[in-house]
């Protein structure tokens, strides 16, 4: 396993179309995570799985966006009616339950124009 | 509340020693963290420092840890210009049953040979 991937990398978009994002974690882990990063800012919480479960949601998580863990393995993050405001790189981090390490995916950056 | 304040700008020369300085505010965080963000990547976990030590060494870095002041830094020996990147530091806040982490907004840090 060669860490956390996402997918796609980059998304060009224009402001009222729905994106969904992937994330695959380390295939051992049973916690994801999704936090949000823009410009000049550190990563943000959005939301947290532990297996299928979402346990976790940062008030940031509008009700335009919902994420997934259908089988407790990769997750989606779906943003729908997209608006400038949501450009960001959206990062995915994966870890072991009982373990402090969160392991962060390359991210995919988004642009609504 | 919960919120992370670091400079935002370090500049040193190759060779020398940096420090970068942090301060949080959440006194239940359980563990603190410094990862690496070079440019189009993802972040890279550097080290992180249980709240219960006051310093912890691993190679050329140095985490020192205040819990009274809420300070955390860290320590680069021997800087080098492979070492430029943002460094975020980060707090755990444990929710009800994982942990979201809390990031700064990052110090850029310039390595000049």
């Known amino acids: 396993d060669t860490g956390v991937s996402q997918d796609p990398r980059h998304k060009i978009t224009k402001r009222g179309q729905n994106v969904t994002f992937r994330c695959d974690p380390i295939?051992?882990?049973?916690?994801l995570y999704w936090y949000r990063q823009t410009l000049g800012q550190g990563p943000e919480f959005l939301t947290y799985f532990q297996n299928e479960a979402q346990l976790e949601k940062s008030r940031l998580l509008s009700d335009r966006f919902s994420a997934e863990r259908p089988k407790g393995s990769f997750s989606t993050l779906e943003i729908q009616r997209t608006e400038q405001g949501d450009s960001a790189m959206y990062l995915c981090?994966?870890?072991?339950?009982?373990?402090?390490?969160?392991?962060f995916g390359p991210g995919t950056r988004l642009t609504v124009l | 509340g919960e919120d992370v304040e670091q400079s935002l700008f370090l500049s040193v020369r190759e060779g020398d020693s940096s420090v970068i300085n942090c301060t949080y505010t959440?006194?239940?965080?359980?563990?603190l963290y410094w990862y690496k963000q070079e440019p189009g990547a993802g972040l890279q976990l550097l080290t992180y420092?249980?709240?219960?030590?006051d310093m912890k060494q691993d190679q050329r870095l140095t985490v020192l840890l205040n819990k009274k002041d809420k300070h955390l830094s860290l320590r680069i020996a021997d800087t080098q210009t492979g070492d430029s990147a943002i460094y975020f530091c980060?707090?755990?806040?444990?929710?009800?049953?994982?942990?979201?982490?809390?990031f700064g907004k990052g110090t850029t840090l310039s390595v000049s040979s």
């Open positions: 295939s051992e882990h049973n916690r």
């Open positions: 981090a994966s870890s072991w339950e009982g373990d402090n390490e969160q392991f």
């Open positions: 980060a707090e755990s806040i444990r929710g009800q049953a994982g942990t979201a982490l809390i």
């Open positions: 420092i249980f709240s219960n030590m």
């Open positions: 959440d006194s239940s965080s359980t563990y």
